[in-house]
């Protein structure tokens, strides 16, 4: 099996990446002021605080039943970071996948085992859905600090929805925060992100320059948002009557990042906020929330139960990005991250297999 060591010893050398390629889009300057308010209005907190309640969620088996009970959502993301130190270089087989950039990232000892374009900047899609409800989360502490914490989110449909998960909320229906965020999680729901974030911002596209300034500020230098969902938008300068060889993309990606840093940022988050992590690879779960509406949602994502050691993940799907997943696994109580992006729907399943194989041979051994 071929190996990508030139890739990992570029990876290992250092963590902090170089850009590896200009960001075409430009944001608008008449933005920066609205931004500067908006930071000001907005303290990050410089310490970590987590509170649950128990009593919020029943399990069942594969089924979970998330209850209209109140809790407060005050953890924040104090010490996630671009800037950790990796060691010395290890190797696992590198199986054929299909995905143009992937890695494994070992987590216990802080350097990648796997690369491949890892530090080439592509469409993340709704794998940033993680990042929205990090973001929100802390900047909803900082609220919390002050009295206002924003405890419940109402349901607002507008902007564009594809799914399920859209097409099963209702307008003007009320949600405790916790769940609304594993709702948006367990079914990439586009109008819960934008409801999540209208909750506190009433502005999409200002909420995520706070989601820039928040990566950024942490050392992170290929991520960029445009909006909370991950949903591509539409090219000004796309022309349906000019000839294909000729036209500019009809979307414009959202949300793109680097295979690199999305591993490093993801643990960290799995890390400090479990839930953000386990959402997505629940089979099953039932919503009743505070307007009495009970949901019943189906993980559509059935494969991804099929990969051995899974403790984590997030998928994530556009026209413009193929098919992305991530995934947090844990062989011989070694915790890995593997990311996969570029793939198809299907083979980003069958790619996160044969590495998470691999990483558990890998993980045997050591």
């Known amino acids: 099996m071929k190996t990508f060591q030139p890739q990992i010893q570029k990876l290992n050398n250092t963590i902090q990446t170089s850009n590896g390629m200009t960001n075409k889009r430009v944001i608008s300057l008449n933005c920066g002021f609205l931004l500067l308010l908006l930071i000001l209005s907005f303290a990050v907190p410089s310490t970590a605080r987590s509170e649950t309640n128990a009593s919020s969620s029943l399990s069942y088996g594969s089924s979970t039943v998330y209850t209209s009970g109140t809790s407060t959502a005050s ?216 307007s009495g509406n009970t949901h019943v949602t189906k993980n559509v994502n059935y494969s991804i139960f099929q990969i051995p050691h899974i403790v984590a993940g997030k998928t994530g799907t556009t026209e413009e990005s193929g098919g992305n997943l991530v995934i947090e696994v844990n062989p011989n109580n070694k915790k890995y991250v593997i990311v996969i992006l570029g793939s198809t729907i299907e083979d980003r399943y069958n790619d996160a297999l044969k590495l998470a194989s691999s990483t558990e041979a890998f993980a045997t051994l050591k």
């Open 75 to 290: 953890t924040t993301i104090f010490g996630i970071s671009s800037t950790s130190t990796i060691i010395d270089i290890n190797v696992i087989n590198s199986p054929e996948i299909v995905a143009k950039n992937a890695v494994v990232y070992d987590v216990q000892n802080k350097r990648f085992v796997y690369a491949k374009n890892a530090e080439q900047i592509v469409p993340m899609a709704s794998l940033v859905k993680i990042i929205t409800a990090t973001v929100f989360l802390q900047l909803n502490s900082g609220r919390y600090k002050s009295g206002n914490q924003i405890q419940t989110v109402q349901i607002v449909k507008k902007d564009k929805g594809y799914n399920a998960g859209d097409r099963d909320l209702v307008d003007g229906e009320v949600w405790k925060v916790e769940n609304i965020i594993r709702y948006m999680l367990i079914t990439s729901s586009n109008y819960a992100a934008q409801s999540l974030v209208g909750s506190l911002i009433d502005d999409d596209f200002a909420f995520s320059l706070l989601m820039n300034k928040t990566v950024k500020d942490l050392g992170y230098k290929s991520f960029s948002f445009q909006n909370s969902s991950g949903l591509s938008t539409p090219n000004p300068y796309y022309n349906p009557k000019r000839p294909d060889e000729l036209n500019v993309p009809k979307q414009i990606p959202s949300a793109i990042g680097s295979a690199k840093e999305i591993a490093i940022l993801f643990n960290s988050i799995f890390t400090a906020i479990p839930f953000l992590g386990t959402a997505s690879i629940i089979p099953e779960a039932t919503f009743i929330n505070l």
